[in-house]
């Protein structure tokens, strides 16, 4: 349920985001996912699963944007 908010408040921010494949990325690296996630839960913040998904989200960015010839960077 989570990542399905996770997926609908991204894409409400932009559009792309229903497009891309952040739950496809999450099952390849579902040992990470839940290493963050447990981790965050000995620590007491949030901030190693943000440092997870961001890096996740710009991995797939990085794949749109090749896939689509966008020479940006």
Do not use: N
């Not at 839960?41 to 990085?62: C, R, W």
Request: charged share 25%; net charge negative; aromatic share 14%.
């Amino acid at each position: 349920m989570a990542r399905l908010w996770h997926t609908a408040i991204l894409s409400k921010w932009k559009q792309i985001f229903e497009y891309i494949p952040i739950e496809s990325q999450i099952e390849t690296f579902q040992d990470e996912y839940y290493d963050a996630i447990a981790k965050c839960h000995v620590d007491g913040t949030s901030t190693g699963f943000i440092e997870f998904m961001l890096a996740q989200i710009d991995k797939i960015l990085d794949e749109v944007s090749v896939q689509f010839g966008d020479d940006s960077g």
